[in-house]
């Protein structure tokens, strides 16, 4: 999930309308459809460690892909919401439907890496234009604090729709009212069915578990003292273990069209089936003492695509001084994955230009003129450094897969190998509404 601000629910109410309007002119499920409906959910349950929403049985279709969710925060002029400020709230995500579990996504900061990794690569455009209007990044700028500190051009642009006011702190016995500021965020759904324009069948029980992260994952903290209302500052240490979401809601689509209604017909004899992608996070230890690593990624099916980059062990636990998702090389001379213990085409991949121009062209950006961009050079080096391999060009589909990775030097810590495979996966409700999950 990405995230940017809005002042107000009559700008929501707008940002609603461009996205159905998209959802209308590029997806055929919508077309000739007729008396849209969002509905608004409040959780069922919402608490530190999760929110909880519980969709009863509907006879419209509900469409992910234009659902999203809601909120607002309020945080002190000490610290910023870093990039990614939504996918870093959560640590993960569960999708039941009729009480069976979809897939799963509830590993420590998995939610903040995979929302990064697909942000960055552009894979789904059709998924970055329905909501380019709400959800863009806030800049293209993965920084530590030490960095943010020293940007005042950036800090400013992500407070560019907040709302500055007065709040009341107490430290030890005396009140002081300081500087806030507060923001209002929209995101969709960080999980594969969401990235899809297809509509599920009616009557479906619908469950959509959030789970929280620290707040420490989702803030850059840029200042030790808070401005107060007579312009005296103090000190001030923002150490909430989870920030407050203030009214979170699910806005859900449901759809309802005689075009809908004929095509979900014959599902009542006929399997219902919906493709989406599926993306786990996994962690490799990567040893100190040592500048050669052979990995074993997976054994079996190729996935689509797996996303790869290297973070050091001790930067795991979120901290208001660090960007999770600011990858950098670390010194890692080449990089070769291996099919069955051969080297992929054009592996192994060496120096800064040909990691780069891998990164392009296995995102679909090299030479592409309908590209919404290109990531420059030197910010993929400096705060977006992974690496994106594609497989679906290969003539086998399956075998061991392993990378090998080469670093200039000997690691002097431990380090992460961060892959996130993409797995073509099928979603299947038979018509005595029975669900399963298969690969495609």
Request: glycine share 4%.
């Amino acid at each position: 999930m990405i995230a940017v601000l809005v002042p107000a629910r009559s700008v929501i109410r707008k940002i609603t309308n461009k996205m159905f309007a998209f959802s209308k002119s590029s997806s055929d499920d919508t077309q000739g459809y007729e008396d849209p409906r969002m509905q608004e959910y409040a959780p069922d349950e919402s608490d530190s460690s999760q929110l909880v929403w519980n969709l009863p049985p509907s006879k419209r279709y509900f469409k992910f892909s234009d659902s999203y969710i809601t909120f607002t925060v309020d945080l002190p002029e000490t610290v910023v919401p870093d990039n990614g400020f939504v996918d870093k709230l959560f640590d993960g995500m569960n999708i039941e439907i009729q009480q069976d579990l979809v897939t799963s996504k509830n590993a420590d900061s998995e939610s903040a890496i995979s929302g990064h990794f697909w942000r960055k690569s552009m894979f789904d455009q059709n998924y970055l234009d329905s909501t380019m209007g709400l959800v863009g990044c806030y800049d293209i700028h993965n920084v530590d604090s030490r960095i943010l500190v020293k940007s005042p051009e950036i800090i400013a642009v992500r407070r560019l729709n907040a709302t500055k006011f007065f709040k009341r702190i107490e430290i030890g016995e005396t009140t002081y009212k300081t500087v806030w500021y507060r923001y209002e965020f929209i995101s969709p759904l960080n999980h594969g069915l969401a990235r899809e324009p297809c509509c599920l069948p009616d009557n479906l029980e619908i469950s959509i578990k959030l789970y929280r992260a620290p707040s420490s994952a989702a803030v850059m903290k840029i200042a030790d003292k808070i401005t107060c209302d007579n312009g005296t500052k103090i000190d001030y240490d923002f150490s909430d273990s989870f920030i407050e979401l203030r009214r979170p809601r699910l806005c859900a689509m449901f759809l309802r069209s005689e075009k809908l209604d004929a095509k979900m017909a014959k599902y009542r004899s006929y399997d219902f089936e919906c493709n989406f992608y599926d993306y786990p996070i996994r962690y490799n230890i990567l040893d100190s003492g040592e500048s050669e690593f052979l990995v074993n990624l997976s054994r079996g099916a190729f996935p689509k695509y797996i996303f790869l980059a290297v973070r050091p062990m001790n930067e795991d636990s979120p901290k208001m001084e660090k960007c999770v998702t600011n990858f950098k090389r670390h010194d890692l001379e080449s990089l070769t994955v291996l099919v069955n213990s051969e080297p992929l085409p054009g592996h192994p991949l060496t120096t800064d230009t040909k990691f780069y121009y891998s990164f392009l062209q296995n995102t679909d950006r090299l030479y592409n003129p309908w590209s919404s961009g290109v990531l420059p050079f030197h910010h993929y080096v400096k705060h977006n450094f992974f690496v994106v391999i594609n497989f679906e060009n290969l003539k086998r589909d399956s075998g061991p897969l392993h990378v090998k990775l080469r670093f200039q030097k000997n690691l002097d810590e431990k380090f992460h190998l961060i892959s996130m495979p993409v797995y073509a996966k099928k979603f299947v409700r038979t018509p005595h509404n029975d669900i399963s999950v298969t690969d495609q």
